[in-house]
């Protein structure tokens, strides 16, 4: 089955710290693992991918993930954090057998702090 | 939130009535999504639809219906038999069914049953 785990409900950074948001998952098939950000009241928006090739992913808004497939994880990282990145961050995993259903993570919300 | 609008942005039901909630792409996507959004429980899948006159059901589909008679438009009812209807709902959309493609997502219609 196919699922995926954010183990943080929160997590609280200082404004020019590094962050980490965690993700792991399960999946059949190849992995196809996404992140995204939703803001207060708002629609989901696309950070990031994971399709095949480099471990490490770069994105929107200097964010980066890193596919890890023994540890079956793919952790939202930023070397420096801004208050502005407060929010609401999802990770996704799509259905190895049928592309049209992904499985989300209950979330996890990240705080930094001026 | 990406060439998809969905209306209305709030939405009051009383208890026994269906409402049905709006949502328009213009980005030429084939697929479209409905998901169900509840604090602390992440996006669960209602329905999807790949092409026009074809959705199925999703994880949490009791309770509701769907059509989508036109490509950019997949419109969601939420009927009387859906016992907990309050939630947020959000509409999603994407290309191609390879698996690489991310969902890009509405700004949601938040609905609360009086």
């Known amino acids: 089955a196919q699922s995926v785990a954010q183990p943080e409900d929160q997590v609280n950074v200082a404004e020019g710290n590094p962050l980490t948001v965690k993700c792991t998952y399960s999946v059949s098939g190849n992995p196809y693992l996404f992140w995204y950000v939703q803001y207060p009241n708002r629609g989901l928006q696309f950070l990031l991918k994971y399709i095949t090739g480099d471990n490490l992913v770069k994105g929107s808004y200097g964010f980066e993930a890193e596919f890890n497939k023994s540890q079956t994880s793919f952790h939202l990282k930023k070397p420096s954090a801004l208050v502005s990145d407060s929010a609401l961050y999802f990770c996704a995993v799509r259905d190895g057998y049928n592309f049209n259903k992904f499985y989300f993570g209950s979330g996890t919300k990240l705080n930094v702090k001026p | 939130d990406g060439g998809i609008t969905q209306s209305p942005k709030y939405l009051f039901r009383k208890e026994g009535q269906n409402v049905t909630l709006s949502c328009e792409q213009n980005l030429n996507h084939d697929a479209m999504y409905w998901y169900r959004q509840d604090p602390g429980q992440g996006l669960r899948l209602i329905y999807y639809s790949q092409i026009v006159n074809d959705f199925q059901k999703g994880d949490i589909a009791e309770g509701y219906s769907v059509s989508r008679e036109k490509k950019e438009s997949f419109p969601l009812t939420v009927t009387s038999a859906q016992k907990n209807p309050t939630a947020f709902y959000l509409c999603?959309?994407?290309?191609?069914?390879?698996?690489?493609?991310?969902?890009?997502f509405g700004p949601g219609t938040r609905l609360t049953v009086l």
């Open positions: 999603a959309s994407s290309t191609g069914t390879s698996g690489r493609n991310e969902q890009f």
